[in-house]
């Protein structure tokens, strides 16, 4: 297990015991579903700990088969882990992502299974859901743009950047979901994880080119 022993804090041992057992937060009634009751994505509440507690499944045509078995290829490789690593980078460098928590594996006959806590960002909704509910300002479409171009600065290429893994809120913009996410040096991969956010909004109804030129104006006067 990876973990920052200053977020766990004054967790008591029976709840450092089950960190990543969703029914034991559950029984303690410090739990609530997340990602639209998916399944995989939890919210705990638990005294001064807000955190998400994520299930790594797969997706697309191997999900079949295997919805959350992963090949084994050694520690180094566990996608939990990699995540974990990655964003105790990002916010060390002050980046807008959630802080790390803690990421475990568990080994199977024929692979491993992960899970990942991070700090809850307070205030905060996927863009997604602010977009449902109507038409973003002019600033906040800027404010996101200067997020994204935040991480392209440091070389941070976000392997799912859509609308449902940018938050808005109170305290400004964030991304999450950093699942094989890297850094890497400046290349075409940055146009992709604009190309991806842009079909992604249009997806959902909520693209326009207005909206798409304020965003981009914030992406240029941050990058």
Not at 158 to 163: E, I, P, Y
Request: hydrophobic share 45%; aromatic share 10%; proline share 3%.
């Amino acid at each position: 297990m990876l973990s920052d022993p200053a977020c766990l804090g004054n967790l008591a041992q029976d709840a450092r015991e089950a960190l990543f057992d969703p029914e034991f937060w559950r029984r303690r009634g410090e739990l609530s579903d997340a990602a639209a009751g998916r399944g995989s994505a939890w919210f705990i509440d638990s005294g001064e700990h807000r955190w998400v507690l994520r299930h790594f499944r797969r997706g697309g045509f191997i999900a079949r088969w295997s919805k959350d078995v992963y090949p084994w290829a050694g520690e180094e490789r566990v996608r939990a882990f990699a995540e974990w690593r990655l964003l105790e980078l990002l916010t060390r460098r002050g980046l807008p992502v959630p802080k790390p928590v803690a990421a475990r594996y568990e080994k199977t006959l024929f692979g491993y299974r992960c899970d990942l806590i991070t700090q809850r960002i307070a205030d905060a909704e996927p863009l997604s859901a602010a977009l449902a509910r109507g038409a973003l300002a002019e600033s906040a479409w800027r404010a996101v743009g200067a997020a994204v171009a935040q991480l392209h600065g440091a070389g941070v290429d976000h392997a799912d950047l859509n609308a449902h893994n940018i938050l808005i809120g109170a305290h400004g913009v964030s991304v999450i979901d950093f699942d094989r996410g890297r850094v890497r040096k400046s290349g075409g991969w940055k146009a992709r994880n604009l190309r991806r956010l842009r079909r992604s909004l249009a997806k959902i109804g909520a693209y326009s080119d207005t909206a798409w030129e304020w965003l981009m104006g914030g992406y240029r006067a941050t990058g």
